[in-house]
């Protein structure tokens, strides 16, 4: 399964993964952490103009998929956290939109 292929769904009435697909989808993600119920990951810039471009940028598909991470914006730094909230846990939507992100630097 490419996840930069596939679409977010609605996440109404969505179930969080089993452990197995979570480990699986996880392996797939380098850096990526999963904390609690969030997929988690710091990604290092040169300057403040880098971090903004990628925030931006990040913006930008959290838009286009309607699934929007929790961020802390730093000078050289941003830490970007998915969690799919309705469904208490992780789902696919979140390892689709951190594929997504990790496309950004190059790294998918």
Not at 69 to 82: E, G, K
Request: proline residues 3%; contains cysteine.
């Amino acid at each position: 399964m490419n996840l930069l292929d596939l679409k977010c769904e609605a996440q109404h009435g969505m179930s969080p993964l089993a452990d197995t697909t979570r480990a699986q989808l996880l392996s797939t993600l380098p850096g990526w952490q999963v904390e609690g119920i969030e997929l988690v990951k710091t990604f290092a810039f040169a300057d403040y103009y880098k971090t903004m471009a990628f925030v931006n940028a990040l913006a930008w598909i959290a838009h286009q998929e309607d699934h929007h991470p929790d961020m802390s914006v730093h000078y050289n730094r941003a830490v970007v956290r998915f969690s799919t909230h309705d469904a208490g846990g992780l789902t696919l939507n979140d390892f689709i939109c951190a594929a997504k992100t990790e496309a950004l630097q190059g790294r998918a």
